[in-house]
């Protein structure tokens, strides 16, 4: 950060857990990075990179990010001081989702996919969320970004750390003007 420690959106920043670089506070945002974690009652100032995200922490109920147990505290995290600073850090790395995503399900496989990769089963979905679609093509990638201006069908692919390929699936909107469902599977299961 800049010595007068103004939040530019040009500074530098480094994952406190790793010390991966990004360049920016929008490259951050580009890559998935998140502002902050807890630990107990203390909220720890990142930021943290999308492969430190899921390898120590994990999405508590209330949505914050949490310091996994048995985890140690990275030496370049340093406690939040002030709550404005925080909301101002928190708008700019999260962006509200893209679309309303309707009652989320998943097939006892692809639970059970995400549970041996050791991955968050909310992962895939935030990225969903986003707007990054993972691994479909080209052409599929297209669709789904025009999907976001007239409603149709929306996939999305990944493949967890131990290699299964995941599709999501957000149903096309329907005549109330709402997605009903999004659903998680593996591609043999549609």
């Known amino acids: 950060m800049s010595e007068t420690n103004d939040s530019r959106t040009d500074d530098p920043l480094k994952c406190c857990f790793c010390g991966k670089e990004a360049a920016s506070i929008l490259e951050a945002i580009d890559l998935g990075w998140y502002p902050d974690f807890w630990q107990g009652e203390t909220n720890f100032q990142g930021p943290v990179c999308a492969e430190c995200q899921h390898e120590h922490l994990f999405v508590d109920d209330s949505g914050e990010y949490v310091l996994k147990e048995g985890h140690s505290l990275p030496p370049a995290a340093t406690p939040w001081v002030g709550g404005g600073q925080l909301r101002e850090v928190k ?49 599929d990638k297209q669709l789904n970004d025009q999907a976001l201006v007239d ?30 469902s999004t659903c998680c599977l593996l591609p043999s299961e549609y």
Not at 108 to 135: C, K, V
Not at 157 to 180: F, M, Q
């Open 91 to 139: 708008a700019k790395l999260v962006m509200p989702p893209k679309f309303q995503l309707g009652q989320v399900v998943a097939t006892p496989i692809a639970l059970q996919a995400l549970e041996e990769s050791g991955q968050e089963r909310g992962f895939y979905l935030d990225q969903h969320l986003q707007g990054d679609w993972g691994e479909v093509c080209d052409e």
């Open 151 to 180: 409603g149709s069908r929306l996939l999305s692919a990944y493949t967890t750390l131990r290699g299964v390929k995941l599709w999501i699936i957000t149903e096309a909107v329907g005549d109330d003007g709402r997605r009903a």
